[in-house]
């Protein structure tokens, strides 16, 4: 497998055996990683917030809770664990949690403001729990002034403080390629912003971008106005193609990570929903309610998007678009545009193009 096809799946996260797994859990339509959000804590404060995340955590999942999940999930054979928020690293038994992920042969990944990375301690022990994982940072922007208008309380200090805190990585032994920086594309910052700062970590820092297109999701619901056009969206997109794939590889469009990912993941929300994509907030499930291995039991198809899995049942035009072997889509843009997780994605430039040469 060449490196260019390794960084389709995690950006490089995964070595060539893990991914070749996860193409196979794909393949069986079985759950290779569950996301747990484990604290609505975040002290970045994003304006458009999908997970209404908080200085001070209201309602998470408590310890038991968490564990009790990891349980269920080595007995489902899931190989691997998101940390999601907030920001995990905010929580204070986020390290013996991870350390107990890991007694049970799970994969720690992370993804955090990476504000809490500026302690070379907590930078440490990240890199240790996450051996074999990868570990996400999110900076909107390298320029202070979008940062600032996408960030309560945004400052430049901020970000410097969280290159801070992947240097500390870096320092700590953590491989370049398990690092990446996460975006989340708005209306708030000109396409060449995004372009420019995706540039500025690759040439910087060796480390890919991992671009979120927003969506009117959760405590955002009523934040439209956010939503960037269609000719940015394809702009900034396919600039993150070509920097994290090159020229000749595959796009994978609106999506922030492949179909092999998207398609073989469920996440826990911190209220204890069972979604299949944080950013799809409304759950098949609550494990306050019903034990997490009773819900994949009996939902797994929808958490996996089981339907779009062979190629031939993905709807026209995606049925027989060349990058499909990658690719199908944003399921969160599809859900959010007409309710249906397995429909079109209506932002993809792609689908656009082929029906213009087509009329």
Not at 80 to 88: F, K, R, T, V, Y
Not at 115 to 123: G, I, K, S, T, Y
Not at 128 to 152: I, M, Q
Request: aromatic share 8%; glycine share 8%.
């Amino acid at each position: 497998m060449s490196a260019r096809s390794l960084c389709l799946s995690q950006f490089g996260g995964l070595a060539a055996g893990q991914a070749d797994e996860q193409k196979r859990y794909f393949r069986e339509k079985r759950l290779y990683t569950l996301q747990i959000e484990s604290t609505n804590v975040c002290m970045q404060g994003c304006v458009y917030c999908y997970a209404g995340s908080t200085p001070t955590d209201t309602s998470g999942l408590d310890s038991p809770e968490i564990r009790a999940l990891l349980h269920d999930a080595a007995g489902l054979g899931v190989r691997a664990i998101d940390w999601l928020g907030g920001d995990p690293l905010e929580r204070p038994d986020w390290h013996e949690l991870l350390t107990e992920a890991r007694s049970l042969g799970l994969i720690n990944n992370v993804w955090t403001s990476g504000l809490p990375l500026r302690d070379q301690d907590v930078a440490r022990k990240v890199a240790d729990a996450t051996e074999g994982g990868f570990v996400s940072v999110h900076v909107d922007s390298v320029f202070p002034e979008t940062y600032a208008r996408l960030h309560r309380n945004g400052s430049a200090k901020r970000i410097a403080d969280i290159i801070a805190g992947v240097d500390n990585m870096l320092a700590a032994g953590k491989p370049r390629d398990e690092l990446f920086n996460c975006i989340t594309y708005t209306s708030l910052q000109p396409p060449w912003d995004a372009i420019e700062t995706m540039r500025w970590w690759l040439k910087e820092k060796g480390m890919r971008t991992c671009l979120t297109l927003f969506n009117p999701s959760g405590p955002g619901a009523d934040r439209r106005s956010l939503e960037p056009g269609p000719e940015e969206v394809r702009l900034v997109f396919r600039e993150r193609d070509r920097l994290n794939y090159g020229d000749a590889e595959p796009s994978i469009s609106t999506m922030d990570v492949d179909k092999f990912y998207c398609g073989t993941m469920a996440t826990v929300t911190f209220a204890g929903d069972v979604t299949p994509c944080s950013v799809i907030r409304e759950g098949v499930g609550n494990i306050r309610v019903t034990p997490f291995d009773r819900i994949v039991a009996e939902h797994l198809g929808v958490l996996i998007h089981a339907p779009l899995h062979d190629e031939r049942s993905m709807p026209a035009p995606c049925d027989s678009c060349r990058h499909n072997a990658h690719c199908w889509g944003c399921r969160a843009n599809a859900y959010h545009s007409g309710g249906d997780a397995n429909a079109l994605d209506p932002k993809c430039w792609i689908i656009r193009e082929v029906r213009s040469s087509a009329s």
